[in-house]
């Protein structure tokens, strides 16, 4: 039997770089100016979202210059997007998207559920600062959704699950175990949670409505997946 034994520094780092994908390509550290999210159609912008995210998932993610972004952003932002999505930790929207500094608003809350400001920070970041897509994301294993369906009292948790209650109603004809422990109940939930936030934001927010019914704008849902990093658009 042969024995396995642990590397020396400089062999580990020697296979650490071998590992390491070649690339001889710079970094890339271009922001979006306002003459290019001035040209962007929804359609293009969403396709773009569609695309990153199938570069996170495949693991081909683009490679930036965060500190270089940083600087060229500084006098203005001109974003794609405003994107909803829950307060957890698994779920890093920019990454999802393969997107980098200045690319996307990004509004959260435990639960992905809209309210008074979360509908002024749409109407300013598509009204006023040119985003053209609204996209409100919810995900797998949700324990905002959780909570919702197992009606949990806890201090003002208890009043921000309120705000999901009307997705747990919306799924009461799902055919199986109706808990928190059943995964695709959880996931009806957190799908219905997405759909009814996409119809409060239009019956809330004439601004949007408007924006989205001459065309300006794309408003749409999507549920992601914590174990492979993959998408679902949600009608």
Request: net charge positive.
């Amino acid at each position: 039997m042969k024995l396995l034994l642990p590397l020396s520094l400089t062999a580990a780092a020697a296979l650490i770089a071998a590992c390491k994908p070649s690339s001889n390509a710079p970094l890339d550290s271009h922001v979006t100016t306002a003459e290019e999210q001035a040209k962007l159609t929804p359609d293009e912008v969403l396709r773009q979202f569609k695309a990153g995210n199938a570069r996170f998932h495949s693991g081909q993610e683009t490679r930036r210059n965060h500190s270089e972004q940083v600087r060229k952003s500084a006098p203005g932002q001109f974003p794609k997007a405003m994107v909803l999505s829950c307060l957890d930790s698994r779920v890093p929207v920019e990454d999802v998207f393969d997107q980098g500094i200045g690319d996307v608003f990004v509004g959260r809350v435990a639960g992905n559920f809209v309210n008074e400001d979360l509908l002024g920070s749409m109407e300013f970041a598509c009204k006023v600062a040119g985003a053209k897509l609204i996209l409100v994301m919810g995900h797998q294993h949700c324990g905002a959704i959780k909570g919702a369906i197992d009606d949990v009292k806890l201090g003002n948790i208890t009043t921000m699950l309120s705000k999901i209650k009307p997705a747990v109603v919306m799924s009461q004809d799902f055919q199986g175990e109706k808990t928190s422990v059943n995964p695709l109940f959880v996931k009806r939930v957190a799908e219905n949670n997405v759909r009814h936030n996409l119809k409060l934001i239009r019956e809330k927010s004439p601004i949007l409505k408007e924006m989205e019914d001459k065309g300006q704008i794309k408003i749409v849902g999507a549920f992601y997946r914590l174990t492979d990093g993959t998408l679902e658009f949600v009608e």
